[in-house]
């Protein structure tokens, strides 16, 4: 089973709201992943966890703040958001292998909309 | 760095036909991995296929192939016999191993549109 959920699918939020992005997995993959998607545009990633702990931050702003609960759960706390941050988020896991038949596979994403 | 092309913006096919979709890349590490995913209007990113630098045959997923060209760094998509559900946005990737992780680099992506 190759299946990574998120929730909520579509989230709308003001500027000065507090939000969470959640994904899970349940293929026992030890990396998992953030991407910002713009419309149009291919994924960019945002933060990788390996093992549970934050191993790439990509110069993400800081009011974008990833947790890793435990290795299943994902999460994304978006605080003070820009317009400009409306995009697909979507989050994907892979084993973690360091090898180069590491496959990620992708959940079906947030649509974010800030107003 | 690593670099993926894909110089397509949109391919039309007519259903039952095959198409192939372009992706070139550009990397100085001798081990790699290609991957190509569909990403329909919904959003979801479908991992399709997989090419290994060191694979000596070219990867194959039911109706999705992969013609894989070493020298020339290629790595395009063939998918025989369309079918309208086959339309969607197409990305090629290849993976980026940094120090503590990696990620996948993605190319601009082909949006295909299958005509029935």
């Known amino acids: 089973d190759t299946e990574v959920t998120q929730t909520p699918k579509h989230l709308v939020m003001g500027m000065t709201n507090k939000k969470s992005l959640k994904c899970e997995q349940h293929?026992?993959?030890?990396?998992m992943y953030w991407y910002k998607q713009k419309a149009k545009k291919p994924p960019e990633l945002m933060f990788v966890y390996s093992y549970e702990k934050l191993s790439i931050n990509e110069s993400v702003p800081s009011r974008f703040s990833p947790e890793c609960p435990n290795s299943s759960l994902l999460n994304l706390h978006l605080h003070a958001l820009q317009p400009e941050d409306s995009a697909l988020y979507l989050c994907?896991?892979?084993?973690?292998?360091?090898?180069?038949?590491?496959?990620?596979?992708f959940g079906p994403g947030t649509r974010l909309t800030v107003l | 760095a690593q670099k993926i092309t894909q110089t397509q913006p949109g391919m039309f096919v007519q259903e039952k036909e095959a198409v192939t979709l372009d992706c070139t890349y550009d990397?100085?590490?001798?081990?790699?991995?290609l991957f190509w995913y569909k990403q329909p209007s919904s959003g979801e990113m479908i991992f399709l296929i997989y090419q290994g630098s060191y694979d000596q045959q070219n990867a194959t997923e039911g109706r999705y192939s992969l013609n894989f060209q070493k020298a020339r760094k290629s790595a395009n998509l063939v998918i025989s016999a369309s079918q309208l559900g086959d339309s969607a946005m197409y990305f090629c990737a290849m993976r980026e191993d940094l120090e503590y992780g990696n990620k996948l680099v993605f190319g601009a992506g082909t949006i295909l549109r299958v005509k029935s």
């Open positions: 994907a896991s892979s084993q973690g292998l360091g090898a180069s038949t590491d496959t990620q596979y």
């Open positions: 990397t100085s590490d001798p081990s790699y991995g």
């Open positions: 293929m026992g993959h030890r990396a």
